[in-house]
């Protein structure tokens, strides 16, 4: 099954919902990871972390997929299948989302976006992640997107609820790494 793209209102509500966002992470008392899910469609959750770090910084951390598990802290394990300049193939158990380990495919482009295919059974699922200038040239924004939707036997086994937790936790997860990383670990 193809991957869903962003749809049009998708892309419109983040639009108007990422400078609110942007000024609330700006603000000194703001909470440095903030986590989303899309109201229209709650198949989407949506987050973003503002980093004390050059956006090239934190995309060429990015791009090192075999270096996830150091990264990641969700990443059980992770074997690299195949790479090439612009797209990774890997094998990789995640520890939230316990339903053991699937192909990945990890796809990078020019413009600091990166777009994942998990290859699990039952479901189609996507990430998106986009490195953005900051506030100030030794800031990045990151965002992630994660999208989820469950079909066939094994929406029978998994609760909705229980997968949307996940979800969420899995979002979060990320980007507090991505904070941790960059704020106070070494790029």
Not at 37 to 46: E, G, L, Q, S, T
Not at 93 to 118: K, L, P, W
Not at 124 to 135: E, H, K, L, M, P
Request: net charge positive.
């Amino acid at each position: 099954m193809r991957p869903p793209n962003m749809t049009h209102r998708a892309l419109l509500a983040l639009a108007v919902a990422m400078p609110l966002l942007v000024a609330r992470v700006a603000h000194a008392d703001a909470p440095p990871v903030v986590v989303w899910r899309y109201a229209k469609d709650p198949r989407w959750v949506h987050g973003q972390a503002i980093v004390n770090t050059t956006p090239g910084d934190v995309w060429a951390r990015i791009q090192r997929v075999d270096e996830w598990p150091t990264l990641f802290s969700d990443i059980k394990w992770l074997k690299v299948i195949e790479r090439s300049p612009t797209h990774w193939r890997v094998r990789l158990e995640s520890n939230t989302m316990t339903c053991g380990s699937h192909d990945y495919h990890i796809r990078f482009d020019a413009n600091r976006v990166g777009q994942v295919i998990i290859d699990a059974p039952g479901t189609t699922s996507v990430a998106y992640f986009q490195i953005f200038d900051g506030g100030t040239p030794t800031e990045a924004r990151v965002t992630y997107s994660l999208f989820v939707e469950m079909h066939g036997i094994v929406s029978w086994f998994v609760s909705e609820r229980v997968l949307r937790e996940k979800q969420t936790q899995m979002v979060d997860r990320y980007l507090h790494d991505i904070d941790r990383i960059f704020h106070h670990g070494q790029p």
